[in-house]
């Protein structure tokens, strides 16, 4: 059974960062590029960060400069670390495993986590 187990999410104060972690069991990811998401309350869930199986990475553009997304393939796990943290960055995060397809796209990828709560105060 595949899983992907998001965590690190939590309440922060604007400026400040986190460091969510996406942890795989059930098969291997490590030729998949994975990626990031988030959902605001009310809103579509959208792209925030991808990465490829050879470390290659691209961002949505209102996280350039802030967030990072980074992986461990001996671990099976997908990081995103999050910093100057803004009001606007909160939402329920989710990893994915990528399929096909453009990486900016939710039908792209085929698991995904059940999310994790970040919020962000001013």
């Known amino acids: 059974q595949v899983q992907l187990v998001e965590s690190g999410g939590g309440l922060v104060q604007a400026g400040g960062s986190l460091r969510l972690s996406c942890a795989a069991s059930?098969?291997?990811?490590?030729?998949?590029?994975m990626g990031w998401f988030r959902q605001a309350s009310g809103k579509e869930r959208e792209f925030v960060a991808a990465?490829?199986?050879?470390?290659?990475?691209v961002y949505t553009d209102s996280v350039k400069g802030r967030f990072t997304i980074s992986r461990d393939n001996a671990k099976n796990t997908v990081y995103l670390q999050m910093n100057s943290l803004k009001p606007e960055d909160t939402a329920v995060y989710y990893c994915a495993a990528h399929y096909s397809g453009s990486f900016a796209y939710t039908s792209s990828y085929r698991y995904w986590g059940q999310g994790t709560q970040v919020t962000v105060s001013s």
């Open positions: 059930g098969r291997t990811f490590s030729n998949n590029a």
């Open positions: 990465i490829n199986w050879i470390g290659g990475t």
